[in-house]
């Protein structure tokens, strides 16, 4: 691991921890054991590290989606697949998760105008998905707008919740999440 990559590691542990606003560039120098200074060697600023975590996010889920998107199957396969990619980058990186959906707000211009870019075109990826879900009868003809709302809410809260309850499985959770988002909670009437 490069120093700049354990700088990230250490600052997204930060981050998390006490929210990007209340991190110095002097308080991960310490949490390093280096001067202040060192840090300058290797990132120009906190803001570049959040730029660094926040659109690598982005990213991901943007080439996630791309994947999904060229998959030929049906609109309950196609958002099966959203939700696990969720659930696999919050189980295997749960600090980067909590920073995009804590701190996205702190990027500067360029940076919080890319973020914004790839948030929104992600976002009516999924309202498109889920369209076409109706129109094909594959999913009930609710708002689609509080069904976007309701997955990303819960996806994107996943990281804190998850974070209480460590002892459940990723796989069971990923089962039991789907399950939900998709089909509700209510059971079935037996024939």
């Known amino acids: ?35 202040a200074a060192s840090l300058y060697n290797h990132i120009s600023s906190k803001e570049e590290i959040l730029a660094e975590i926040v659109l690598g996010v982005a990213y991901f889920f943007t080439k996630e989606m791309e994947l999904v998107k060229s998959l030929k199957s049906d609109s309950k396969t196609l958002l ?64 689609i707008e509080v069904m976007l709302f309701s997955m990303l809410s819960t996806l994107r809260t996943l990281h804190s919740w998850y974070r209480r309850r460590s002892g459940i499985d990723g796989e069971a959770l990923k089962n039991d999440i789907t399950e939900i988002l998709l089909n509700g909670i209510v059971a079935k009437p037996s024939k």
Do not use: C
Request: aromatic residues 6%; hydrophobic residues 40%.
């Open 1 to 35: 691991m490069t120093r700049r990559e354990e700088i990230i590691k250490v600052a997204k542990i930060l981050f998390r921890e006490q929210g990007y606003k209340s991190v110095s560039m002097r308080d991960l120098a310490k949490a390093m054991d280096l001067k």
């Open 80 to 143: 099966e697949a959203v939700i696990n990619h969720h659930i696999d980058l919050t189980l295997n990186n749960p600090e980067a998760i909590a920073i995009v959906n804590n701190d996205w707000i702190h990027l500067e211009s360029s940076h919080f105008e890319e973020f914004l870019g790839l948030r929104n075109a992600y976002e009516q990826d999924l309202r498109d998905m889920i369209s076409r879900g109706v129109e094909a009868g594959e999913i009930m003809p609710n708002n």
